[in-house]
């Protein structure tokens, strides 16, 4: 069992509409993090939270809006998406960014674009 | 940019055979990681490996970081199906605060 949680676990939505997905962790944990999984490929880093502050986004599109409310959530709001971007979104969270921590994975989002 | 590649991609072995699977960074890594991924499922901590030349064992996994901290492995003896999955090695370059996953490594088990 993880001690990850995410909602919803399958979501579909249309170009046009407006989602968010949610992600929630209570083992103190100061780091969290957004990946973006296609079939077969690696898990590929989109944001890293730390301490409730957004330390890095590696390029991704404006469509992707992340949020950290609090030490313990974190959500990926996303508008205007595209066909291309339906994967699974897998959040994650550590002690903290530094190396040498393990990343616990929620179980993740699939996310279908239509 | 950095990459972590891993080969082979895709691995079928009969059940009671032994699979390795290696992991080859173009940086130095100040740690790596490895991770376990079941179809259909998340990725799920496996190990950390940190000094050069480290070795460590859990059961029937094998672990080991190279000299150069550049290339990693992992070898399991005498497979079995619930070790059906893709295995994923993580390195952390130095001052980069963050993981990079390798492309992962898909095993078959066939009973």
């Known amino acids: 069992d993880t001690e990850v949680t995410q909602t919803p676990k399958h979501l579909v939505m249309g170009m046009t509409n407006k989602k968010s997905l949610k992600c929630e962790q209570h083992?103190?944990?100061?780091?969290m993090y957004w990946y973006k999984q296609k079939a077969k490929k690696p898990p590929e880093l989109m944001f890293v939270?730390?301490?409730?502050?957004?330390?890095i986004n590696e390029s991704v599109p404006s469509r992707f809006s992340p949020e950290c409310p609090n030490s313990s959530l974190l959500n990926l709001h996303l508008h205007a998406l595209q066909p291309e971007d339906s994967a699974l979104y897998l959040c994650?969270?550590?002690?903290?960014?530094?190396?040498?921590?393990?990343?616990?994975f929620g179980e993740g989002s699939w996310l279908t674009v239509v | 940019g950095q990459q972590v590649m891993q080969i082979p991609q895709y691995q079928h072995v009969q059940e009671g055979e032994d699979f390795t699977t290696y992991c080859n960074s173009s940086?130095?890594?100040?740690?790596i990681q490895w991770y376990k991924q079941r179809p259909g499922g998340h990725p799920v901590f496996l190990i950390q490996l940190v000094k050069s030349g480290e070795v460590k064992k859990q059961k029937r996994l094998t672990f080991q970081f190279g000299e150069a901290k550049k290339n990693s492995s992992l070898h399991i003896t005498a497979t079995q199906t619930t070790d059906v999955g893709t295995y994923f090695c993580?390195?952390?370059?130095?001052?980069?605060?963050?993981?990079?996953f390798g492309t992962g490594t898909r095993l078959k088990v066939l009973a």
């Open positions: 940086t130095t890594l100040s740690n």
């Open positions: 993580a390195g952390y370059p130095s001052g980069t605060y963050k993981y990079i």
């Open positions: 994650a969270s550590s002690q903290d960014r530094t190396g040498g921590n393990t990343i616990y």
């Open positions: 083992m103190g944990h100061r780091a």
């Open positions: 939270y730390s301490y409730e502050k957004l330390s």
